[in-house]
T-cell receptor
């Protein structure tokens, strides 16, 4: 199925655990992004990647790690989950400035 | 970096009336301004965009205007319908495919 997909769609994890959110795109777009969406804050950029093996911090990177060994995949890892990281996470790929979002992952940290 | 402010945060209109959402940006280098619509429980999707060499763009009932001098742009929805109810995000691209989003406007169209 063409497009950008995220997994899992829903995740509940405990404080202190490591959790990885997956993102896969089939278009071979160079740029990929991770946002978190919280009420009152809109979409805030966590990390982005301009190409394979090139990543950079966004507005709220603390507590997150990313990697991009292949163009099509851009996983986001919470090294030690905290309750403040409870949020909806959106992965996106960009081309010509247009962002295409995945379905989102609703993460709850208890 | 770029800072995008969006107002209002919530907006209720009667069906058939017009809705206007306004955004300002800070980086004069920004040259691309998209608007995204996010229906409840779904992903944001692009509905209209405008580039800095254009002052206005229309697509059926929606239009976007841009004032580069004042660094603000607006979304106009005419003849609103219940299916227009959603959260709308403005964004500005300051280059390098890096979009900065506003905080969103929850639009409710009352039948």
């Amino acid at each position: 199925d063409a497009g950008i997909t995220q997994s899992p769609r829903y995740k509940i994890t405990e404080t202190g655990r490591q959790v990885t959110l997956m993102c896969h795109q089939t278009w071979s777009h160079s740029y990929m992004f991770w946002y978190r969406q919280d009420l009152g804050h809109g979409l805030r950029l966590i990390y982005y990647s301009a190409a394979a093996d090139i990543t950079d911090k966004g507005e709220v990177p603390d507590g997150y790690v990313v990697s991009r060994s292949k163009t099509e995949n851009f996983p986001l890892t919470l090294e030690s989950a905290t309750r403040s990281q409870t949020s909806v996470y959106f992965c996106a790929s960009h081309t010509a400035g247009i962002a295409f979002f995945g379905q989102g992952t609703r993460l709850t940290v208890v | 970096g770029e800072n995008v402010e969006q107002h209002p945060s919530t907006l209720s209109v009667q069906e058939g009336d017009s809705a206007v959402i306004k955004c300002t940006y800070s980086d004069s280098a920004s040259n691309y301004f998209p608007w995204y619509k996010q229906e409840l429980g779904k992903r944001p999707q692009l509905i209209i965009d405008i580039r800095s060499n254009v002052g206005e763009k229309k697509d059926q009932r929606i239009a976007v205007t841009l004032n580069k001098t004042a660094k603000h742009f607006s979304l106009h929805i005419t003849e609103t319908q219940p299916e227009d109810s959603a959260v709308y995000f403005c964004a500005a691209d300051s280059g390098a495919n890096n979009l900065f989003f506003g905080t969103g406007t929850r639009l409710t169209v009352i039948p």
